[in-house]
């Protein structure tokens, strides 16, 4: 079993900045993509930002410029820097991982619990 454990929310101004972190833990082998989801009440749940093993993202147009997301291999542990952070930018945030088991190479798709972020104006 693999458990995906978020961290950084928050409530912060219009302007401001969080940073957001998970860490996988578990039957592991090797993490493929990682990624962050948001979801504000009442609306779908929503690609923010990807990251590809090797480092390629993908990011939601309303973000770029304003997000960045990372991640250490060796700590198996996704980061979403959020600068300039919007009213719209608030939601929960779900960290998303593709994981290749240790116990017998499959390949899940694995969420963490969520994380509130909410921007005042």
């Known amino acids: 079993q693999v458990q995906l454990v978020e961290s950084g929310g928050g409530l912060v101004q219009e302007g401001g900045s969080l940073r957001l972190s998970c860490a996988a833990s578990?039957?592991?082998?090797?993490?493929?993509?990682m990624g962050w989801y948001r979801q504000a009440p009442g609306k779908q749940r929503d690609l923010v930002a990807a990251?590809?093993?090797?480092?390629?993202?993908n990011y939601a147009d309303s973000v770029k410029g304003r997000f960045t997301i990372s991640r250490d291999n060796a700590k198996n542990t996704v980061y979403l820097q959020m600068n300039s952070l919007k009213p719209e930018d608030t939601a929960v945030y779900y960290c998303?991982?593709?994981?290749?088991?240790?116990?017998?190479?499959?390949?899940?798709?694995?969420w963490g619990q969520g994380t509130q972020v909410t921007v005042s104006s």
């Open positions: 578990g039957s592991i082998f090797s993490i493929n993509t």
């Open positions: 990251i590809t093993h090797g480092g390629s993202t």
């Open positions: 998303n991982a593709r994981v290749y088991s240790s116990y017998d190479f499959s390949e899940n798709i694995y």
